[in-house]
T-cell receptor, first 115, second 113 residues
């Protein structure tokens, strides 16, 4: 099925470890996003990529880095994980270059626990 | 900065009741979208409203965009247990932020049989 695929679905890290969350979309969308979702806080934007080759910070970028590898793939890296990064991470994509904006398509999320 | 305020944050009702969820802002948006999220899944788009005063119906769900394009409401008639989920509103920016969405914190709806 067409959509956004995130891996892994679950991950437990020790404080200080690093890891990369992978995201790929097959809808030929220009824009991709990384959000974190915490109880009571809603969806907070970490980083986004408006088009291939560009990335920009969102609301909560500290402690994260991203790479837009190609048009399909957008990865999120935690260099030194901290307990405050325990969260559910969502990748999304959209195509805002069209005259009518169809919204975001989200992946099913990665549940990350940092102990 | 939280541009969109959703209320209520939690809603627990019996099957068959009606409910309204509100989404308010001091900012004007190009469009307003509503998403529904089920446990363990990402949000899924329900509807997009674009024109001030626009009303859209999706079966038992009615969505309205405020005349000034700053607020929106979601009304569910005769709620069913299958309506249970997290409802998120999201405003689309204007100008240089066209295509960017700004999300509210969500309304957790539970419908009991």
């Amino acid at each position: 099925n067409a959509g956004v695929t995130q891996t892994p679905k679950f991950q437990v890290l020790k404080t200080g470890q690093s890891m990369t969350l992978q995201c790929a979309q097959d809808m030929n969308h220009n824009s991709m996003y990384w959000y974190r979702q915490d109880p009571g806080m809603g969806l907070r934007l970490i980083y986004y990529s408006a088009s291939e080759g560009t990335t920009d910070k969102g609301e909560v970028p500290n402690g994260y880095n991203v790479s837009r590898l190609n048009k399909r793939e957008f990865s999120l890296r935690l260099e030194s994980a901290a307990p405050s990064q325990t969260s559910v991470y969502f990748c999304a994509s959209s195509d805002y270059s069209r005259a009518l904006f169809y919204g975001y398509t989200f992946g099913s999320g990665t549940r990350l626990t940092v102990v | 900065t939280q541009l969109l305020e959703q209320s209520p944050q939690f809603l627990s009702i019996q099957e068959g009741e009606n409910l309204t969820v509100y989404c308010n802002s001091s900012s004007v948006f190009s469009s307003l979208q509503w998403y529904r999220q089920e446990p363990g899944e990402g949000p899924v788009l329900l509807v997009t409203v674009v024109t001030g005063g626009e009303v859209k119906k999706l079966k038992r769900l009615t969505f309205q965009f405020g005349d000034a394009r700053k607020d929106s409401s979601l009304h569910i008639t005769a709620a069913q247990p299958g309506d249970t989920g997290l409802y998120l509103c999201a405003g689309e920016g204007r100008g240089s932020t066209l295509g960017r969405l700004y999300f509210g914190r969500g309304t957790q709806l539970t419908v009991w049989p």
